[in-house]
């Protein structure tokens, strides 16, 4: 036996080994069964059967992913800039990041809810929450297009939030962070207690889906973490984690901890209307940006609005309630029925489990065990349905499926437990890998959970992936929880750092997805419709290119009479009316991004003339066979110079003459 | 030696648990993308092959003399929002070929075909192929009508210098 030979005979041996020892449960194969990869697999050209819809974190993104096969179809920017499209950098798209503290290109992005009909998934709109400079995004789900953005004042940082009503009447926000609001805000950090305020705001989202804020209610100053609506028999109350009822302002690991229980805090909105319908808001001055993109004229305006209408629930009975909960509660999860409401102490070693017939008998006998800033708190056993007993350590998050179960994430013993929501009997457990946060059933915070999967969103993947350095991907793991077993059936990379997601049915949403703008509909004030009407046309030290591109030119492609300190605006139409056919536009030197126009739209790259010369612009999405030839070129001359300003594409001067001398 | 070497690595293949489900052949999938859209091409073939009307949905195009004046407007200014970056109305090529005389040379019903059933038509009228390897760039699909598509038809007749 030669040493190759042997070489070889032993790696076969090794192998056999390893094989035969793969049948053996143990290590982290063990949840993985044999037929997972059928499960997960989706064959090419056939399609996924949820879009999952899924925050990128601090990376103020959403990812668009298919389920089951965890493929990625899509980044949509939504609070940060996107260079790959031009996303606050094109002239139309900037002032969606427009903030009372000017443009804010960067926001953490934790919550997608999608909006629902009557507590069931209608596929309009997903909406989600910038927690940093606090704001909520709508996001149109015909497009896959960040369309409007509002900020929020007297917020420190929206956290709690975009949580919506049954009908997607409301839209929430609070406040993760306290702060002194109103006309006083330059006040000690030591003055918490006296001068630190929560405010809940309702946005309500109109039928074609703008929104606005309603009002908000001013609360004591506390940490609110999460918040589920009412539904069904519950529809008109909302409820909201608190955390931090210690109301610490500094070492909040050790201070906000020492209390045995925080709160859920109960709103009853349907009252909070009543007060707000009797004349008894109060309007206060703000400052606030609401950013609004329109399709037509496929540009964004942004307006800075300066008033807001807030309840103060002390003085108005009745609409806020406190219900003990154990633990710096996180999650606060309300079952498909809208009967029980499932609170997740971040560090309680049970999960209880409240009921809204319960807490509305205890309201109507007061049963309460004091108040907390002046708000009642009912006593925790009249409110309480039962408590999930031993669950495992560190519960986080609650979904739902459409069988009366309840799936909760564990962070700290980093796994899946289900339960039964009526007997709150543990059923089964999955280990995730690692140190779960969030999880997805398709459907899970609706009425009609559509069930077959549950999603865990990972913290940590330390070994599960090829390294990449010091940062490795984030994850997603993928369930299949068709049967009584939970079984893993896939681990996929996410970007950004995923929070919460959703996941909706691929049928709700494709066939409305939207293929392309009608020029007929373009309302763009610089739009070329049609190569006739292209033209460059100067205003002071301003020059506005009415450009087109259509495969596989663009036009005009030879511009001549720009001047040295110029900011030359192109303005491109793309002339195509097919699907899939965007065209880019990049120039030489542009201190900003490309632009990728769609079909039918107009977009603007603006673009500084600082040097003279003749700089090179092309098409930078591969359109045709003659890609590499939609280009052209811009000539910038001396600012005394007399080069007249004109423009063409396929006129050829004669070469001895020179163009424009 | 050696064969015992492939014994033990065929085996080591084979004694691998969780036996996978045989999985159909993509080819066996009916309802794939490629199937969906070369039945319907097949289909469309069949229905109308080699009569010189191309492909799709316009089969029989009434033409009145004289021309019908509310379409050329309308025709024109379709063509100079879908068409010009393309098309001359002269008889020079420049993306696509010039449309003098287009009339002339094709049937109402192709070029009507051509403007609204672009993709199908490029897949498998032996015409817009020969077109295709002349121009080299696929024409576009312009989200054009049959409506409109009869209204640019009008345009045609007139740059063509029928009245």
């Given at each position: 036996m030669n040493t190759i030979t042997k070489l070889a005979y032993s790696v076969a041996v090794v192998c056999a080994a390893f094989t035969i020892y793969s049948c053996k449960p143990a290590g982290p194969d063990k949840v993985l069964t044999g037929d997972a990869a059928s499960k997960a697999y989706v064959a090419p050209g056939k399609y996924d059967e949820f879009y999952n819809i899924?925050?990128?974190?601090?990376?103020?993104?959403?990812?668009?992913?298919?389920?089951?096969?965890?493929?990625?179809?899509?980044?949509?920017?939504?609070?940060?800039?996107?260079?790959?499209?031009?996303?606050?950098?094109?002239?139309?798209?900037?002032?969606?990041?427009?903030?009372?503290?000017?443009?804010?290109?960067?926001?953490?992005?934790?919550?997608?809810?999608?909006?629902?009909?009557?507590?069931?998934?209608?596929g309009r709109w997903a909406f989600a929450n910038g927690n940093n400079t606090p704001r909520v995004a709508r996001i149109d789900l015909k497009t896959f297009k960040t369309v409007e953005i509002l900020e929020l004042p007297n917020s420190g940082g929206n956290h709690s939030s975009p949580y919506i009503t049954e009908n997607t009447e409301y839209v929430v926000a609070s406040t993760r962070f306290s702060i002194p609001i109103g006309d006083n805000t330059d006040v000690p950090i030591s003055s918490y207690k006296e001068n630190f305020k929560g405010t809940v705001s309702f946005i309500k989202v109109?039928?074609?889906?703008?929104?606005?804020?309603?009002?908000?209610?001013?609360?004591?100053?506390?940490?609110?973490?999460?918040?589920?609506?009412?539904?069904?028999?519950?529809?008109?109350?909302?409820?909201?984690?608190?955390?931090?009822?210690?109301?610490?302002?500094?070492?909040?690991?050790?201070n906000a901890s020492q209390k045995d229980k925080d709160f859920i805090m109960a709103v009853n909105w349907k009252k909070a209307e009543e007060y707000i319908q009797a004349g008894k808001g109060k309007t206060t001055k703000a400052r606030y940006a609401h950013n609004v993109h329109n399709e037509s004229t496929h540009?964004?305006?942004?307006?800075?609005?300066?008033?807001?209408?807030?309840?103060?629930?002390?003085?108005?009975?009745?609409?806020?309630?406190?219900?003990?909960?154990?633990?710096?509660?996180?999650?606060?999860?309300?079952?498909?029925?809208?009967?029980?409401?499932?609170?997740?102490?971040?560090l309680a070693a049970l999960i209880p489990v409240f009921s809204f017939d319960k807490i509305q008998k205890a309201i109507a006998n007061k049963e309460f065990e004091g108040d907390f800033a002046g708000l009642p708190v009912i006593k925790y056993e009249s409110a309480l349905y039962g408590e999930v007993t031993k669950p495992g350590l560190g519960p986080?998050?609650?979904?739902?499926?459409?069988?009366?179960?309840?799936?909760?994430?564990?962070?700290?013993?980093?796994?899946?437990?289900?339960?039964?929501?009526?007997?709150?009997?543990?059923?089964?457990r999955v280990p995730t890998y690692y140190s779960i946060g969030h999880l997805c059933v398709p459907g899970g915070p609706t009425k009609k959970p559509h069930g077959k999967y549950v999603i865990a969103y990972n913290k940590i993947t330390k070994d599960r992936y090829l390294p990449t350095g010091p940062e490795l991907t984030q994850s997603a793991q993928l369930y299949d929880i068709s049967g009584e077993k939970m079984k893993l059936i896939l681990d996929f990379p996410?970007?950004?750092?995923?929070?919460?997601?959703?996941?909706?049915?691929?049928?709700?949403?494709?066939?409305?997805?939207?293929?392309?703008?009608?020029?007929?509909?373009?309302?763009?004030?610089?739009?070329?419709?049609?190569?006739?009407?292209?033209?460059?046309?100067?205003?002071?030290?301003?020059?506005?290119?009415?450009?087109?591109?259509?495969?596989?030119?663009?036009?005009?492609?030879?511009?001549?009479?720009?001047?040295?300190?110029?900011?030359?605006?192109?303005?491109?139409?793309?002339?195509?009316?097919?699907?899939?056919?965007?065209?880019?536009?990049?120039?030489?030197g542009a201190n900003n991004a490309e632009i990728l126009i769609m079909p039918g739209e107009t977009q603007t790259l603006k673009w500084k003339a600082d040097r003279t010369g003749v700089f090179p612009y092309y098409c930078t999405d591969f359109c045709s066979a003659l890609h590499q030839e939609m280009q052209g070129y811009a000539r910038v001359s001396a600012p005394g110079s007399n080069v007249p300003l004109k423009y063409s594409t396929g006129k050829t001067d004669d070469q001895t003459s020179g163009a424009g001398q | 030696?050696?064969?015992?070497?492939?014994?033990?690595?065929?085996?080591?293949?084979?004694?691998?648990?969780?036996?996978?489900?045989?999985?159909?052949?993509?080819?066996?999938?009916?309802?794939?993308?490629?199937?969906?859209?070369?039945?319907?091409?097949?289909?469309?073939?069949?229905?109308?092959?080699?009569?010189?009307?191309?492909?799709?949905?316009?089969?029989?195009?009434?033409?009145?003399?004289?021309?019908?004046?509310?379409r050329i407007g309308r025709g024109k200014a379709i063509y100079e929002m879908k068409c010009q970056a393309c098309h001359?109305?002269?008889?020079?090529?420049?993306?696509?070929?010039?449309?003098?005389?287009?009339?002339?040379?094709?049937?109402?019903?192709?070029?009507?075909?051509?403007?609204?059933?672009?993709?199908?038509?490029?897949?498998?009228?032996?015409?817009?192929?020969?077109?295709?390897?002349?121009?080299?760039?696929?024409?576009?699909?312009?989200?054009?009508?049959?409506?409109?598509?009869?209204?640019v038809l009008e345009f045609m007749r007139q740059n063509d210098g029928q009245k």
């Open positions: 899924v925050s990128g974190g601090f990376n103020g993104q959403i990812g668009i992913y298919g389920l089951p096969s965890g493929r990625l179809f899509k980044i949509i920017p939504v609070f940060s800039t996107f260079p790959e499209n031009g996303y606050g950098y094109s002239e139309e798209s900037k002032p969606m990041l427009n903030t009372s503290n000017g443009f804010v290109p960067w926001d953490d992005l934790h919550h997608i809810s999608l909006s629902t009909t009557n507590g069931e998934h209608d109109d039928t074609s889906g703008h929104m606005k804020i309603a009002f908000q209610l001013v609360t004591p100053g506390v940490n609110f973490d999460l918040a589920r609506a009412g539904k069904g028999p519950s529809h008109g109350w909302f409820f909201f984690s608190c955390y931090n009822t210690e109301q610490a302002y500094t070492l909040l690991e050790v540009q964004a305006t942004s307006t800075i609005l300066e008033e807001v209408l807030q309840l103060d629930p002390a003085e108005l009975k009745d609409i806020i309630y406190f219900i003990p909960c154990p633990k710096s509660p996180h999650g606060c999860d309300v079952d498909p029925s809208g009967e029980f409401i499932v609170g997740s102490g971040k986080l998050h609650t979904e739902f499926d459409a069988n009366g179960n309840a799936y909760t994430s564990f962070f700290v013993s980093s796994e899946i437990v289900k339960w039964n929501l009526k007997d709150l009997k543990v059923l089964d996410t970007t950004g750092e995923p929070h919460y997601a959703e996941a909706i049915p691929a049928e709700m949403l494709m066939p409305k997805s939207t293929k392309i703008y009608r020029l007929e509909d373009n309302q763009h004030p610089y739009v070329a419709k049609g190569e006739g009407q292209t033209k460059v046309e100067r205003k002071g030290n301003e020059v506005h290119v009415y450009m087109t591109a259509i495969r596989s030119h663009l036009t005009p492609d030879n511009i001549e009479g720009i001047k040295q300190g110029d900011d030359v605006y192109f303005h491109v139409t793309n002339l195509e009316q097919d699907w899939d056919v965007p065209h880019g536009f990049a120039i030489k | 030696m050696k064969k015992l070497f492939l014994i033990m690595l065929i085996g080591a293949i084979f004694v691998a648990c969780g036996p996978d489900k045989p999985r159909t052949s993509e080819n066996e999938d009916s309802d794939s993308y490629e199937n969906i859209h070369s039945n319907e091409g097949a289909n469309a073939v069949a229905a109308n092959v080699n009569d010189g009307k191309g492909i799709g949905q316009v089969t029989e195009v009434t033409l009145n003399t004289p021309l019908e004046q509310e001359r109305i002269d008889d020079q090529r420049v993306v696509g070929p010039g449309w003098k005389d287009v009339t002339k040379r094709r049937k109402p019903e192709w070029i009507m075909n051509m403007i609204t059933n672009v993709d199908v038509m490029l897949d498998k009228d032996a015409e817009a192929q020969k077109l295709l390897e002349l121009c080299l760039t696929r024409m576009p699909n312009q989200n054009v009508s049959v409506g409109d598509a009869r209204d």
